[in-house]
């Protein structure tokens, strides 16, 4: 088990909100499901590099699944590892669904504006996730296929999608272990398949901390992840950065 005694910082998100920020190389973010209702739709850049960012069909084709849980790496288009899933209480991760927009939400919930209703205003992930991209200089274009951290979605054998409410709990979380510096976006918005009735988006709170030592032999493993972690960490010896 991780043991987060070298705490670096901590962020409370409120449900539906949004944030971003550098991870740095060295660095495990752990993502706590607040009161068991959260979706964190989460996407990855090279800090160095925009270009190169996560890359859905890669890192599900090279481990041979469909959801990510712990022992499973977040492979980029460049053939390198953003990071490794290194704890997991939830045990699933939606990587296929996408994230909700502004039309889907008012569908769903209805409307409730900003000018009406402050900060209980409902928010949905494609805009929050534009909003924190445009801190970066990047927009529309860089909205690639996200993981939704804390949602479980299966397919029956029609290939049809499932959404399973209540499928996380309170204080559920899963740790990421960065092995490369990343531009992290992340929206708390709803899941797009969310059946819920009402607008209630759960909270995410984020804490980083020193990666402990060897933490990442599950992901190594599976001989792809470890022959990505080989060209992620001939990157940094190419560029003579330090970890």
């Not at 490794?84 to 209805?110: F, L, N, P």
């Not at 928010?123 to 801190?135: A, P, S, T």
């Not at 969310?194 to 402990?212: E, R």
């Amino acid at each position: 088990m991780n043991q987060p005694d070298t705490l670096i910082w901590e962020q409370h998100i409120p449900g539906g909100c949004h944030w971003s920020g550098i991870v740095r190389r060295g660095t495990t973010l752990r993502l706590v499901d607040v009161i068991g209702r959260a979706n964190a739709a989460v996407l990855f850049f090279n800090q160095e590099e925009k270009l190169e960012r996560y890359n859905m069909a890669d890192t599900l084709k090279t481990q041979h699944t469909f959801r990510l849980t712990r022992g499973h790496a977040c492979h980029s288009d460049m053939g390198r590892i953003f990071c490794c899933i290194t704890e997991d209480t939830a045990g699933w991760h939606d990587t296929v669904c996408g994230m909700s927009d502004a039309e889907s939400i008012r569908q769903k919930y209805g409307t409730a504006r900003f000018e009406e209703r402050r900060n209980e205003m409902f928010r949905n992930g494609l805009d929050g996730m534009l909003i924190e991209l445009g801190k970066w200089g990047l927009g529309i274009r860089d909205v690639v296929s996200n993981i939704n951290f804390f949602s479980k979605v299966t397919a029956n054998s029609s290939g049809e999608l499932a959404f399973h409410p209540g499928s996380g709990k309170a204080g559920d979380y899963v740790d990421l272990s960065f092995e490369m510096d990343t531009l992290m976006v992340l929206s708390a918005a709803p899941h797009p398949l969310d059946s819920s009735k009402t607008y209630q988006p759960g909270a995410v709170n984020l804490a980083a901390f020193l990666t402990p030592p060897s933490v990442i032999a599950d992901c190594t493993r599976i001989a792809e992840n470890a022959r990505a972690l080989l060209n992620t960490q001939n990157l940094y010896a190419c560029h003579g950065g330090a970890a």
